[in-house]
């Protein structure tokens, strides 16, 4: 198998298909067993992203996030990224 750093880099379409690991959760009405392995769409993700990180504020960097009042360690995001300020 290849390194994945080997792969050329190329920017994900909202199609483009993620691989995850589905895991076990206890405390659902039918849990998983077996950790499997399952796959979404970049467009999922985002969605899931933007749905359970509301409030993010969004930056053109990280200097400008400090400019703004934020210090290391809280999060910001620059477009669909989301950053740490470091």
């Not at 993620?18 to 895991?23: A, N």
Request: without cysteine.
């Amino acid at each position: 198998m290849a390194e994945i750093s080997s792969y050329p880099l190329k920017a994900p379409k909202l199609g483009d298909l993620l691989i995850f690991t589905e895991t076990y959760d206890a405390s659902e009405a039918t849990p998983v067993v077996g950790n499997p392995t399952k796959s979404m769409t970049v467009s999922s993700l985002k969605s899931l992203t933007q749905n359970t990180l509301p409030g993010i504020v969004e930056y053109a960097d990280n200097a400008a996030a400090i400019t703004g009042g934020l210090v290391v360690g809280q999060r910001y995001r620059t477009g669909d990224l989301l950053k740490i300020v470091h």
